[in-house]
């Protein structure tokens, strides 16, 4: 399986508006500026290099040649040489050689080893494309979580600020206890102190999403209300697990290293076995300043040269042996590797729709609380409740609306982890996401009139 995930995204890019692709500009920044996606492809390259490597050991070796000599003689006297007393001349030799290798078993295992490598390296690039695509959309819906709770955490805080201030009023009027009033001031301080938190937080978020492309955000799309909760479609957690297995990079990633680990294993063991080559070489020989009779000429050699190994002092069997414990751990690490996959397969298939339920719930506990908190309001007017019950009411109000804000970004974040596991999430899974966001999106103190807003499909 050799899916590229990249190619069509441009074209995905090009059909849609450019004023909805808040995610989309984010991913493509990313794109651009990730050093681990430019590694993944490097590593891709070179692997892709190391395939034409092994193969040149199989072609033909063809190299040129030249020699060139002086030479001075002195025989002697009463010396029966042919050379006279004394000599000199030159000579030179030079011609071209081929080599051709016909058996070679190990450079035909490291051919294959090369092509799995690739294989590995191809995987791991796809796994660093969902990767990226996974690490991006979860910083953007981070900072947009951050900033629901610092609505929520400023909302407390001015509501709560409201009711100090009216306790302050009734105690100076002899209505109440001056106690309510310190414990309201109390809570006060504390909602002032979460909001100081809330805001760090989200400026935290802001630095993990800048640190993927490199711009920091200010303004980000948000969910539309009538964004949907759908269900992971096939219904079926066994049909997750399975397209896991079959699709999923790390597990393809692993397989191919277990393939290369059996080539090198395959390479260490030809180390036994003999090699045969054919060559063919054509030269000239010339003599100059010579005053003897020596051939001049061409010659043409051609032969098989034959090598069997029969001791290389333990270095062949050493290295069967360490190929052989690596095959091992390859193999252990692609069962390791898809084991984990299942359980995180399921795992998410099961938080996924666990999601859909607790948002489901909030939107209900939404209504329940302001209803309770209405209620309390009005109970404290009559003297029926105390200004702690008030102040808590506050607060249960506004952790319900960022806990269903919550609940929806988990959801869409954990839909995303599902698609990576399975080897399925692609450009278009963020494309349709982005249609859903939009800047005129309501912030979360609109899901204030939630039970009348959500279901309303103009917004």
């Known amino acids: 399986m050799k899916k590229r995930l990249l190619p069509g995204l441009i074209t995905l890019l090009a059909a849609q508006p450019a004023f909805s692709l808040d995610l989309m500009e984010t991913y493509e920044q990313a794109l651009t500026y990730d050093s681990g996606i430019a590694s993944a492809k490097a590593q891709l390259d070179a692997q892709r290099a190391a395939i034409d490597i092994s193969k040149s050991a199989l072609l033909p070796q063809v190299s040129a040649f030249g020699e060139a000599s002086h030479t001075d003689l002195d025989t002697g006297q009463g010396s029966t040489s042919i050379f006279n007393t004394s000599d000199s001349y030159k000579s030179f030799n030079y011609g071209i050689q081929l080599t051709?290798?016909?058996?070679r078993a190990g450079d035909w295992f490291k051919l294959d080893a090369s092509q799995f490598q690739s294989e590995a390296a191809e995987a791991q690039y796809n796994l660093a494309q969902q990767q990226l695509m996974l690490d991006v959309s979860t910083a953007y819906f981070n900072v947009l979580r951050a900033q629901a709770t610092v609505t929520t955490a400023r909302a407390t805080e001015s509501a709560i600020q409201r009711q100090y201030e009216q306790a302050q009023e009734r105690f100076d009027v002899g209505l109440i206890a001056i106690n309510e009033v310190y414990e309201a001031r109390a809570i006060?301080?504390?909602?002032?102190?979460?909001?100081?938190?809330?805001?760090?937080?989200?400026?935290?978020?802001?630095?993990?999403?800048?640190?993927?492309?490199?711009?920091?955000?200010?303004?980000?799309?948000?969910?539309?209300?009538?964004?949907?909760?759908?269900?992971?479609?096939?219904?079926?957690?066994?049909?997750?697990?399975?397209?896991?297995?079959?699709?999923?990079?790390?597990?393809?990633?692993?397989?191919?290293?277990?393939?290369?680990?059996?080539?090198?294993?395959?390479?260490?063991?030809?180390?036994?076995?003999?090699?045969?080559?054919?060559?063919?070489?054509?030269?000239?020989?010339?003599?100059?300043?010579?005053?003897?009779?020596?051939?001049?000429?061409?010659?043409?050699?051609?032969?098989?040269?034959?090598?069997?190994?029969?001791?290389?002092?333990?270095?062949?069997?050493?290295?069967?042996?360490?190929?052989?414990?690596?095959?091992?751990?390859?193999?252990?690490?692609?069962?390791?590797?898809?084991?984990?996959?299942?359980?995180?397969?399921?795992?998410?298939?099961?938080?996924?729709?666990n999601n859909i339920e607790t948002a489901n719930a909030l939107k209900q506990t939404i209504v329940s609380r302001r209803s309770g908190l209405e209620a309390t309001r009005a109970g404290y007017e009559v003297g029926t409740r105390n200004i702690v019950e008030v102040l808590d009411a506050e607060r249960a109000y506004q952790v319900a609306l960022r806990d269903y804000a919550n609940a929806r970004y988990d959801y869409v974040i954990n839909t995303l982890q599902l698609k990576q596991a399975a080897g399925t999430l692609s450009p278009q899974d963020l494309l349709e996401l982005n249609n859903w966001l939009s800047a005129a999106a309501p912030g979360i103190e609109a899901l204030a009139h939630e039970e009348e807003t959500l279901d309303d499909p103009t917004r």
């Open 100 to 103: 051709q290798p016909l058996f």
């Open 188 to 353: 006060y301080d504390d909602a002032k102190s979460q909001h100081l938190a809330a805001k760090n937080q989200l400026n935290v978020a802001r630095e993990k999403l800048a640190r993927l492309t490199g711009e920091y955000a200010e303004d980000l799309e948000n969910l539309r209300q009538n964004f949907p909760l759908a269900p992971p479609e096939p219904m079926n957690p066994s049909a997750w697990e399975e397209t896991a297995i079959q699709q999923n990079w790390s597990i393809q990633a692993a397989l191919s290293e277990l393939n290369a680990s059996e080539a090198n294993l395959k390479v260490a063991k030809s180390g036994h076995l003999p090699t045969l080559d054919l060559s063919a070489s054509y030269s000239k020989n010339d003599f100059e300043g010579r005053n003897f009779s020596l051939s001049e000429g061409v010659q043409g050699v051609i032969g098989l040269s034959l090598n069997v190994p029969l001791y290389s002092g333990g270095g062949t069997q050493a290295d069967v042996r360490q190929q052989r414990s690596l095959a091992i751990a390859a193999e252990q690490d692609l069962k390791t590797t898809r084991r984990d996959v299942r359980v995180n397969t399921r795992s998410l298939f099961l938080t996924v729709n």
